[in-house]
């Protein structure tokens, strides 16, 4: 059985806000494809194989079940996330308003470019504990960047939130919530509607602070 991981499918390195088109194995764009077409429990590895246009053995040579495909898709798009959150950070220094913006960016920039990948979080239930625990981790990472960040904006006076942490919960509910709507025929282009989760997210997290009565 093949030992490919979502390392060693990830796209090559580029900047975060490029993207290129999706480079996954053809095994994992058909079942991404199935999985949001039919939902996890609705497809199966036999539905897969038709569509790739190999045999069921054939399939379980790469992947060793269907968790396995779901669980790789999943970390794939976590991680891709966690990259460019990351060079965002990099790129904006340490300055907690130009990181947190770069940051809700990336994100919303991932969930638009990226939709049916991005939407398959709505698939997390499906995941057995040890993928679930493996993923909630990734994700609860990225929580702890944009925490970290406003955290550091508070200190500075750059953001007002008493709450930081259920700002920070909510920015990215809204964020991630992208994969849901947003079509590339629509109004409004990728880059547009990250514009605007900029906005909404720095509102969230209380920027510009209120004036002192």
């Not at 996330?81 to 904006?92: F, T, W």
């Not at 907690?96 to 939407?119: C, D, K, N, T």
């Not at 995941?127 to 955290?151: G, S």
């Amino acid at each position: 059985m093949s030992t490919e991981t979502s390392q060693d499918i990830a796209a090559p390195a580029e900047h975060w806000r490029s993207y290129r088109p999706l480079d996954l194995h053809p095994i994992l764009l058909h079942a991404m494809e199935a999985f949001n077409e039919h939902g996890y429990h609705g497809t199966s590895v036999r539905d897969i194989a038709g569509r790739v246009g190999v045999t069921v053995p054939a399939l379980y040579y790469h992947y060793a079940n269907k968790q396995a495909l779901l669980a790789t898709l999943l970390e794939t798009s976590i991680k891709d996330v966690l990259d460019r959150c990351r060079a965002a950070a990099a790129e904006a220094g340490d300055d907690p308003l130009a990181r947190f913006g770069g940051m809700v960016e990336s994100i919303v920039l991932s969930m638009a470019h990226r939709r049916q990948l991005a939407f398959l979080d709505t698939e997390i239930r499906s995941l057995e504990p040890e993928n679930r625990a493996r993923y909630v981790a990734l994700r609860d990472y990225l929580e702890h960047m944009l925490l970290d960040t406003v955290e550091a904006g508070r200190a500075r006076g750059v953001f007002a939130t008493p709450i930081p942490a259920d700002a920070v919960r909510a920015v990215l509910i809204m964020c991630q919530g992208v994969a849901n709507w947003f079509r590339a025929d629509g109004p409004l282009t990728a880059e547009q509607v990250a514009e605007r989760h900029v906005l909404l997210s720095l509102g969230t997290v209380g920027h510009p602070p209120a004036p002192a009565s």
